[in-house]
């Protein structure tokens, strides 16, 4: 290995050590109690770890294995990815079966990554119903101390679809994360101008992740928002009902944007209440419900206009328009379109000019006046064109070859 690569593995593991002295100090009390239990546990003992980010789990793990009290303890962690998971003792036995135990050591297991079988909603996942069915086997079965590492809302749900199980805990750390990891990533989800609907779908799934650790931190499950999170909290629901959208998930969607709608209205922030309405628009328009999606979005509109916010009376009338482009009601969904527009260009905003110019395009052709529907789409591929976006001009660009055909 060269010089400069032993510098640079030397500089990563300050770094990560520093990292997990921030998380262990941040935690101090919490940590220590962990240590202790760990420390006095036999045989089959039950307890779990509440962690909301996914890179916590990384530096708790790395920080008892480190901690001196911890020293003749084996630290095995099992992780159970699959979300369609429902036989967790028979997956375990499995798995210890092939673990080899080192001399005079305790063997400690840390159970991670069972979120993603328990879910978010629904009733009684099939793995907490086994869980609670089976919990009595446990004993002769798995006789080690267990440690399941989970978010709040997989903790709540585990307590309320498993309460045999659950009962049986002797104890309970809740691991809190520090400022920086929070503002990192309200950083890369809420102060970001990516549109979520573009990103590879393994890129959608991790803002999604990271967006929910961010509302268990605001708004832990049964707990009210603290005041000064009401903002954050409303922010993080709206953006997971966007990021819901964008997998046309509308009825999910629908759940984090309808308790979006409700802690809106403890705080003053209408350009964002504007925008939660039209969210809850497009879910009603997902699911061909045209009605209700004109009802929300003519709700939107009449908000916009008593604000005299103008860009947002612009986006709704762009969203009106989209439904009745829907409905097939083409001369009524150009008047929203051209109202739009008009606004639009007002502003200077030409990135959305362009998505009307695009849909302007589209009624054309509907109403057989081709040649207008050419204009209206080269002036959509020209503005696409000027910001890079690739996307949308692949789609203009599809247009114009069947409008050709």
């Not at 239990?37 to 008892?64: H, M, Q, S, W, Y």
């Not at 990533?185 to 990516?194: F, K």
């Not at 997998?247 to 705080?267: D, S, T, V, W």
Request: aromatic share 12%.
């Amino acid at each position: 290995m060269s010089s400069s690569n032993k510098l640079s593995n030397q500089h990563k593991n300050s770094e990560l050590q520093a990292e997990i002295g921030k998380f262990i100090a941040y935690n101090k009390d919490e940590f220590a109690e962990l240590v202790t239990f760990v420390d006095f546990a036999e045989k089959f003992t039950l307890g779990f770890i509440e962690i909301n980010f996914t890179p916590d789990i990384d530096l708790l793990i790395a920080g008892l294995r480190q901690n001196s009290q911890c020293q003749e303890i084996q630290f095995v962690v099992l992780d159970f990815p699959d979300g369609n998971l429902r036989f967790l003792r028979d997956e375990l036995v499995e798995q210890l079966a092939k673990i080899t135990k080192g001399t005079n050591k305790k063997l400690v297991l840390l159970i991670r990554n069972l979120e993603k079988s328990i879910g978010v909603f629904g009733d009684y996942p099939p793995v907490l119903q086994d869980l609670n069915f089976v919990r009595d086997s446990y004993r002769q079965t798995v006789p080690h101390p267990l440690l399941f590492i989970l978010p709040n809302y997989a903790i709540s749900r585990l307590a309320k679809f498993a309460p045999d199980f659950w009962a049986w805990k002797s104890g309970l750390f809740r691991f809190k994360t520090t400022e920086l990891t929070r503002d990192r990533a309200i950083a890369n989800t809420l102060n970001t101008d990516t549109n979520i609907e573009r990103l590879p779908t393994p890129e959608q799934q991790e803002r999604i992740n990271l967006l929910h650790s961010l509302l268990m931190e605001y708004h832990p499950t049964g707990e009210i928002p603290r005041p000064e999170h009401l903002r954050n909290c409303c922010n993080i629901l709206n953006e997971l009902g966007k990021a819901y959208l964008s997998q046309h998930k509308p009825i999910k969607a629908r759940e984090y944007l309808e308790k979006a709608g409700e802690i809106i209205n403890k705080f003053p922030d209408y350009s964002l209440e504007i925008e939660v309405i039209n969210q809850l628009g497009k879910s009603y328009q997902q699911q061909r419900q045209f009605e209700s999606a004109n009802s929300y979005h003519q709700q939107a509109l009449d908000i916009a206009k008593k604000q005299k916010n103008r860009p947002a009376v612009a986006k709704s009338l762009h969203y009106l328009g989209n439904v009745s482009l829907n409905m097939r009601q083409f001369h009524q969904a150009r008047d929203y379109y051209q109202q739009a527009l008009e606004i639009f260009i007002e502003f200077g905003d030409r990135y959305s000019s362009a998505r009307t110019y695009h849909h302007l395009g589209w009624v054309a052709q509907e109403l057989r006046e081709y040649d207008q529907a050419r204009d209206y789409y080269q002036q959509a591929l020209e503005i696409e064109i000027e910001f890079g976006d690739r996307y949308s001009s692949a789609s203009t660009y599809h247009h114009l070859g069947n409008h050709s055909q």
